[in-house]
């Protein structure tokens, strides 16, 4: 926060999972206009059980030194998986002008000049966190069925690699999830993503997880920018000590390995075969 003296939550999309089915859908915590501090609510049915899912939620100033919490939530009968985006107002630090920022997501930067002084105002939007909750309130069910566990989103941990190193089986040699501005979930590839989410269709996504290290960052055929390693099948003409490009007839020209071997009359292997046969004849 550059030039800003508080920040404030106005309205916040997250992903919910029902506590019933697991079924996970998005749910929008709308704060209003009001500076005061108040309980909100916000519910929902369950698309897949009509389980009726609440959150309450306090909003949380943040401000320069603060931790920079949006709101502090009670759920009943669900579990916030993620937060998706955020609508905030932003006051200038020289006159107080209030500016609102709309459709904040994670590794975003909003940057803007105040209206009335002109002042620079520069605000950078990290990964959001969900801490994990103590206790869940979970309504009862009428037959006895077997909880299905929480998948996707809490198997990202920073730092450890993803299941199947961020593969699928769709994408093999792709090393990395894709998060999905659509829903804001992150998913392998585009068909996981539509088996997961059939009521609408995947968004061309601009950013990815490394499946290595589970670092977001913008979407790019480059390396991971925290541990350098490939996200995707490497593709090369050259010969590289014997793990690049092995097949001469796709081999660059340039590479001494392309041509090696082709004026001998007799291969290698067949002569060292000979001269094992002739040492065992004697």
């Known amino acids: 926060?550059?030039?800003?003296?508080?920040?404030?939550?106005?309205?916040?999309?997250?992903?919910?999972?029902?506590?019933?089915?697991?079924?996970?859908?998005?749910?929008?915590?709308?704060?209003?206009?009001?500076?005061?501090?108040?309980?909100?609510?916000?519910?929902?049915?369950?698309?897949?059980?009509?389980?009726?899912?609440?959150?309450?939620?306090?909003?949380?100033?943040?401000?320069?030194?603060?931790?920079?919490?949006?709101?502090?939530?009670?759920?009943?009968?669900?579990?916030?998986?993620?937060?998706?985006?955020?609508?905030l107002e932003i006051r200038c630090e020289e006159c107080d002008k209030a500016i609102q920022a709309r459709h904040l997501r994670s590794g975003y930067r909003k940057q803007d000049n105040c209206q009335d002084c002109h002042v620079k105002m520069n605000l950078g939007v990290g990964q959001a966190s969900v801490p994990k909750p103590e206790h869940f309130i979970v309504a009862p069910v009428v037959k006895k069925q077997q909880r299905k566990k929480l998948t996707e989103d809490p198997r990202i941990i920073p730092g450890k690699p993803l299941p199947k190193n961020g593969t699928c089986k769709h994408y093999r040699h792709s090393y990395r999830w894709l998060r999905f501005p659509c829903c804001g979930m992150a998913y392998p590839c585009d068909q996981c993503h539509d088996a997961a989410w059939p009521d609408h269709h995947a968004v061309w996504a601009k950013r990815m997880l490394c499946g290595w290290c589970a670092t977001e960052q913008n979407f790019?055929?480059?390396?991971?920018?925290?541990?350098?390693?490939?996200?995707?099948?490497?593709?090369?003409?050259?010969?590289?000590?014997?793990?690049?490009?092995?097949?001469?007839?796709?081999?660059?020209?340039?590479?001494?390995?392309?041509?090696?071997?082709?004026?001998?009359?007799?291969?290698?292997?067949?002569?060292?075969?000979?001269?094992?046969?002739?040492?065992?004849?004697?």
């Open 1 to 87: 926060m550059v030039g800003i003296s508080i920040a404030t939550c106005l309205s916040c999309e997250v992903i919910v999972a029902c506590n019933r089915c697991r079924k996970m859908r998005p749910m929008v915590v709308d704060f209003g206009e009001a500076t005061e501090q108040r309980v909100v609510a916000c519910s929902g049915k369950c698309h897949t059980c009509s389980l009726v899912n609440n959150i309450f939620a306090v909003v949380e100033p943040m401000f320069p030194g603060s931790d920079f919490t949006l709101f502090r939530a009670i759920t009943e009968s669900c579990t916030i998986l993620q937060v998706v985006e955020c609508t």
């Open 220 to 282: 790019g055929p480059v390396p991971c920018r925290k541990c350098g390693r490939p996200l995707n099948k490497i593709r090369t003409s050259h010969w590289e000590g014997g793990e690049g490009c092995r097949n001469t007839s796709s081999m660059s020209k340039n590479d001494k390995k392309k041509y090696a071997g082709k004026n001998k009359t007799v291969s290698r292997k067949a002569a060292a075969a000979i001269m094992a046969g002739g040492k065992k004849k004697k």
